[in-house]
């Protein structure tokens, strides 16, 4: 039904207006039986909050916004690629948000921007979200954070690594994920391996370095810094660190990049120079994007859980802005699962190497 308002409901569901205004908004010490019927006068009419009227009324906003890296996202853009990165975030972010009525709106941040504080304050002005839902590296970036409490806006951070006590935290276990993949290659035979690291900002990039060294370590092989090349996460970059790897002295056998785009680069440097992957190169990735589905051959990866990390964000972040937490052990940093999946891009290493 078109131009359903409050007062339809109300009229609906034989209450005042007052009465359905409580239950949408989800305010506390409303009986049971008045939820019921509103929320059933709401569905049978198709009723929805205005944004305009409730921010008129100076309530609440009804505005989750997440905040995303400008500078990868606008060069994923350009590329003509696309970030499915950003795409299953806002995917498991807008399930839940349209679950709870709220409104999902996704705004560019640039984190290495000298007017950081000042752009991030006029944001939370302008769009006055209720909440934030901050992803890498906008989640360990101290501005931001400190903007954000310093506001008063509730927010919750997809892979931090620092400061866990500050908002609720979603993340899986980088270190180990990249760890379990370094092993799997070690397992395979490969002893001259070699890492696309991604950028510095980023604490993804020095927790997946950190898995691919220690589990060299624990396997009696020894890291150097000239195994390790540096990306920023996109194609581009993961070609020309493996044209400055394969044109090492002593060549690697097998190459893990810290993400999947970067792995597609490998795997086209690798063809470049006539080396085939895996006969003559294993490549393993990061991320599980439907790229390393299609490449050929198949990527190794780590299947990242983006859209559980998102929407379990934002299922922990809706009651604490009803200011409803449920019970007082509600978790606040919570660790997602992860899986390796093992594809035809790696084999054993070549019986010369």
């Known amino acids: 039904m078109a131009g359903v308002t409050i007062y339809d409901v109300a009229a609906r ?6 009465s359905v205004s409580r239950v949408v908004n989800g305010e506390p010490n409303v009986s049971p039986i008045l939820r019921d019927k509103v929320n059933a006068a709401v569905a049978e009419l198709g009723y929805r909050r205005s944004l305009s009227a409730r921010s008129l009324a100076g309530s609440s906003s009804s505005i989750i916004a997440a905040l995303v890296d400008a500078e990868l996202t606008i060069e994923h853009w350009r590329s003509g690629r696309g970030n499915d990165y950003l795409s299953r975030l806002e995917l498991g972010a807008l399930m839940e948000c349209r679950q709870a009525d709220y409104h999902l709106m996704v705004e560019l941040v640039d984190h290495g921007s000298a007017n950081l504080r000042r752009d991030l304050s006029s944001l939370l002005s302008a769009i006055r979200p209720d909440g934030v839902l901050l992803t890498p590296p906008n989640s360990d970036h101290p501005v931001v954070l400190d903007v954000l409490e310093e506001a008063g806006v509730a927010f919750a951070r997809i892979s931090p690594e620092q400061d866990l006590g500050r908002g609720i935290c979603v993340r899986m276990d980088e270190r180990q994920a990249a760890y379990d993949v370094t092993t799997h290659l070690i397992g395979l035979g490969h002893q001259r391996l070699a890492h696309v690291s991604g950028p510095r900002p980023y604490a993804a990039s020095k927790l997946r370095r950190e898995g691919f060294e220690k589990a060299l370590r624990d396997h009696g092989l020894a890291p150097s810094a000239e195994a390790v090349a540096e990306g920023d996460f996109t194609f581009e970059s993961g070609l020309r660190a493996a044209g ?19 792995a597609l680069g490998v795997l086209q440097a690798a063809a470049s120079v006539g080396l085939k992957t895996p006969e003559d190169l294993s490549v393993a990735g990061f991320d599980d994007t439907p790229s390393a589905v299609f490449s050929t051959p198949p990527l190794t990866t780590v299947r990242q859980p983006v859209a559980e990390m998102a929407a379990a964000a934002a299922r922990r972040l809706v009651p604490m802005l009803r200011a409803a937490m449920g019970s007082e052990g509600e978790r606040t940093d919570v660790v997602t699962p992860y899986s390796l999946i093992v594809r035809g891009s790696t084999a054993p290493p070549p019986r010369d190497a």
Do not use: Q
């Not at 569901?13 to 007052?18: D, W, Y």
């Open 13 to 18: 569901a034989g209450v005042s207006i007052k």
């Open 244 to 262: 400055e790897l394969l044109g090492a002295a002593v060549r690697p056998t097998a190459i893990f990049a810290a993400n999947d785009d970067m």
